[in-house]
């Protein structure tokens, strides 16, 4: 299966006639409803047929209701950023600006694009929190028989609750918009339809500082006369399970749900019409009856409440919600995608194993399953449980999910047509068994629905080889099993946790396949926050649980991911916001460890965490990361102005590099311990001086022939395996490890029928079956980050090592291995870049885009240079390829923008 067969496509810009700027984006969404600024940024991607085409200059307007607003005036940098320059912007309002662009030719196109303000000022609130009042209301539900032993501990999870208020509209609608979020998951309805499609908002942030609020526009839900809003109420983060420990892992943030919500509805007369949540909303229990994220659902068709969020439905009976006070101070507005259900996969196959069905999506997924019953009677309760991964009798595996249940129940009402799908719980999992099902349960019953944050899709790979296809499609899926609300390190157990390691590991590959920058973003704002008054960074972000912090590669992520953001997208912002937690990082580990080798202060330190049959030293990796987050956070300075820092971390970096190499490098070049990780870390850090560069990469190899081209790198090192062992001219060592399917290798999991990246290279095993159980996920994306080299390596698309934005790209392809042929897209802030090269009887033909405004440098491998032509003629003929170098192993030109066709002889 290959990245394209699973779905989540990557859209292609359009195709134009002329420079035509295209996906407008506003603080880097798309038509973004509730923006918290009133100095949004504005930035947009350019297509262009035309060769050597950019952008000579642009001008943005800004109108407000056909009133102009903000003009730029022409501008004639090639920026496609540019932050609001007019007054700022008005509180929850609606926003068009149109974009001119004029090409090298000085033709102009225009496109246009909306955007709405969120409530920029406290006193615009008149929303107060609501929750559930056992004053009112002491009727206590007893708990739901769940018939799991863990029923004690899911007591303390309160039924879900449904809330409603109906008011009458006497004036002609113009706007309607709501404004929402909760303590705990909200689903929204207005008027008995569904409010929006987003999932388990309002997300997972550090809620003790941040919490997100969603905009909704209900201007086509309302009518003249009686309106009805209303909302479910779960637990989720907030109050439900989270983590591992089985002693209190509920009830992190708050104990019971509340929730938040304003309508505002304007009038066509200008008059408005505000419903704010408050004690004349109403609430009460109803069909289901236990939500959470970790252990299920359960759900009672039988107590169905009918059309209870229409308007016409007798609500006498329920109780006025409890006023628990208008306390808004952690709100921010929604900044990033929500989470969505993003495909739909029918099941495979349905089996029977004794008394229960089981269904094989084909495909690790983190979602849910929606179940078509037919012919059960009221009363019947069929019960799903989740796997990743079945046993040698085809029974589930579920040992790897710890306490987690991932067990829903839903019980029939009676009658056709029943579909039962849970709201506010995720599983992670292939499989599901099926108890309870009444009559015969076919594949056309059951679809699993995959959900994750809907981050746009930014790139697409593939290649002549299945396998590479399918490695490509696990570290796909990888993310999108993890990347709910938070990067997590699994989607099954219990734990699901946003691992800083992780994170920073994967974040390059992650990039090259979804825009992730505002989920990074939103991420950051809860690392910030975390950061302890010494300056450390906690193991997992949101912060909750380990109480462990400052951990070498983890607690980097501070320097990591920013720096990575910023060369990414270019965007400073993002390092003007992380400054203060990089330095202060960096500043809690020197103080620790005068003679710069970082021993003290080390927290968990987990190593190179998961590796096979080695241990890296634990200075040598930490020391590493050390001078990485120095060397990051001067870089961070000198873009922001900030020269005396910029000199001082600069120095630092260097300081900790020549320490590294007293310290652990002997004078043969071994780093201390021997490892191949050992190794990848100086040389991918550049801490090496030259004399023993080369040295270490002997070493590295040596290591790696030693075992019969086999690997023993965990989560800090794999990532660096294969681009170190290019960059260093072993190509060919690092095609026979991804090919690899021996134990350990990405093959072996592969070859065992993997449809994610496993957390361990043992995760399943010939010789011993499933890997230790106390942490054994299938669907971790750590181990696959290798999905960088991909795109970056084999695709060939990069940048320059001082290039920010892919502004100045790097073009070149490694044909190796078992591959004829690799093609790689990419949406750089932009526009599009894409390869394709191939290998054909001794000829190396390759394709490239790049987009307006930018340049690349292409490297042509080939052992004859003179034979590299494009669009069949010799490059001297042809305007504006600039050869730059003819080695005896590439031809390397520098073209600007555009389509390009080389071929060469002798590859
Ligand atoms: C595990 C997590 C994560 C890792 C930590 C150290 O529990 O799954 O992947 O970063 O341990």
């Not at 990074?520 to 302890?532: I, P, R, S, Y």
Request: proline fraction near 5%; hydrophobic fraction near 35%; charge should be negative.
């Amino acid at each position: 299966m290959t990245s394209e067969a699973t779905g989540w496509p990557l859209t292609d810009p359009p195709s134009v006639p002329a420079l035509t700027p295209y996906d407008l984006r506003c603080e880097h969404r798309v038509e973004p409803l509730g923006i918290g600024t009133d100095r949004p940024r504005f930035s947009w991607r350019l297509a262009s047929p035309v060769r050597g085409d950019r952008q000579d200059a642009f001008r943005l307007r800004l109108e407000r209701d056909g009133v102009k607003v903000w003009d730029s005036g022409w501008r004639t940098d090639q920026r496609t950023y540019v932050d609001h320059g007019g007054a700022p912007l008005t509180s929850q309002t609606d926003y068009m600006w149109r974009l001119e662009v004029r090409d090298a030719a000085g033709k102009v196109c225009e496109a246009s694009a909306t955007f709405a303000t969120g409530i920029f000022h406290p006193e615009e609130w008149q929303a107060r929190w609501i929750e559930h009042d056992y004053e009112t209301d002491p009727y206590f539900e007893p708990p739901v028989d769940r018939d799991e032993p863990r029923t004690v501990r899911q007591a303390t999870i309160a039924a879900p609750r449904y809330y409603r208020r109906s008011f009458d509209l006497t004036k002609p609608i113009r706007r309607a918009r709501v404004y929402a979020t909760a303590h705990g998951l909200y689903q929204l309805q207005a008027n008995g339809r569904r409010v929006g499609n987003d999932e388990l908002t309002p997300g997972w942030t550090d809620y003790r500082y941040r919490l997100a609020y969603q905009t909704y526009d209900v201007t086509d839900l309302l009518q003249e006369g009686e309106n009805v809003v209303a909302a479910v109420l779960g637990e989720g983060w907030w109050s439900g399970y989270v983590g591992w420990d089985t002693r209190s892992h509920a009830h992190h943030y708050g104990k019971k749900p509340q929730l938040l919500a304003q309508l505002v509805v304007d009038h066509t007369d200008g008059s408005q019409t505000v419903i704010a949540t408050d004690s004349s909303w109403v609430e009460r229990t109803g069909p289901l009856r236990f939500a959470d994220l970790l252990m299920g659902e359960s759900y009672d068709a039988r107590l169905e409440l009918g059309d209870w969020s229409s308007p016409g439905y007798d609500a006498a009976a329920w109780a006025p919600a409890g006023d628990v006070g208008a306390d808004i101070s952690t709100l921010i507005a929604a900044s990033t995608e929500p989470v969505r259900v993003t495909e739909d996969l029918p099941a495979l196959e349905v089996t029977r194993n004794g008394d229960h069905y089981i269904v094989d999506l084909g495909q690790n997924i983190a979602g849910r399953v929606r179940l078509r019953v037919r012919g059960a009677a009221a009363g019947d309760r069929i019960r799903l449980r989740h796997g990743e991964m079945l046993e040698s009798d085809g029974s589930l595996y579920t040992a790897n999910l710890r306490t987690a249940d991932a067990t829903d129940y839903y019980v029939s009402a009676g009658g056709e047509g029943e579909f039962f799908e849970p709201i506010f719980t995720v599983h992670g999992f292939r499989y599901v068994e099926i108890d309870g099902y009444p009559g015969e349960l076919t594949t056309a019953d059951v679809t699993g629905r995959a959900l994750h944050s809907d981050t746009p899709v930014a790139g697409r790979f593939e290649c002549s080889d299945a396998g590479v296809n399918q490695l490509l499609s696990n570290i796909r899926w990888g993310q999108r099993g993890n990347f709910v609300s938070v990067p997590t390190d699994c989607p099954q157990r219990d734990e699901r946790l946003g691992w800083t390691a992780d994170a920073q590991i994967f974040l390059p590959t992650a990039a090259y396949q979804a825009d992730v920058l505002t989920f990074f973003e939103n991420w950051m704002g809860d690392l910030a926050v975390a950061q302890t008054d010494e300056g450390a960074i906690p193991d997992v972000i949101p912060h909750v649980i380990t109480g462990r912090h400052g951990t070498p590669a983890w607690a980097d992520a501070a320097t990591i991911v920013p720096w990575t953001l910023y060369r990414t997208y270019g965007d400073e912002r993002v390092l003007k916001q992380a400054w203060p937690t990089m330095r202060r990082w960096v500043d809690y580990v020197r103080q620790a460890n005068p003679d710069l080798i970082w021993r003290n202060r080390t927290s968990g330190h987990y190593g190179d965490w998961l590796q096979v049959g080695v241990r890296t030293d634990r200075d040598v990796l930490a020391t590493a990361y050390f001078a990485r987050s120095a060397e990051f956070t001067a870089a961070a300075a000198r873009v922001l102005g900030l020269d005396d820092e910029a000199k001082r971390y600069g120095e630092l970096r260097d300081r900790i590099a020549a320490a590294f190499v007293r310290e652990f490098v002997d004078a043969e070049g071994k780093v201390r311990g021997d490892t191949q990780t050992g190794y990848l870390l100086p040389l991918a850090f550049g801490l090496l001086p030259e004399e023993h560069e080369q040295a270490a990469v002997k070493h590295l190899v040596a290591d790696l022939e030693q075992r019969g081209r086999s690997l023993t790198t965990g989560f800090a090192g794999v990532a660096l395996l294969c681009p170190i062992l290019t960059k260093y001219g072993h190509s060919e060592l690092a095609y026979e490890l991804l090919h690899d399917d021996r134990y350990p290798s990405w093959g072996y999991s592969i070859r065992h029928g993997a449809t994610t990246i496993w957390e361990r290279w043992d995760g399943w095993t010939e010789e011993s079956g499933f890997g230790p159980v106390a942490m054994n996920s299938f669907n971790h994306y750590s181990l696959g980050s290798v999905g960088e080299w991909l795109y970056g390596g084999v695709a060939g698309i990069d940048q320059a090592v001082d290039s920010v934005a892919f502004r100045q790209l790097v073009i070149r392809p490694r044909p190796g291995g078992r591959l004829t042929w690799a093609e790689g897209a990419y949406d750089t802030p932009t526009g599009r870049v894409s390869t394709r090269w191939e290998v054909n009887d001794g000829k190396f033909a390759l394709e490239v885009v790049i987009p307006p405004g930018t340049t690349a440098t292409v490297h042509v491998p080939t052992s004859d240079p003179e034979s590299v032509q494009e669009s069949k003629r010799p490059l001297a003929e042809q305007d504006g390829i600039e050869v730059l170098e003819s080695a005896d192993r590439a031809l390397v030109c520098r073209v600007p923008s555009g389509s390009y066709s080389f071929t060469a002889a002798g590859v």
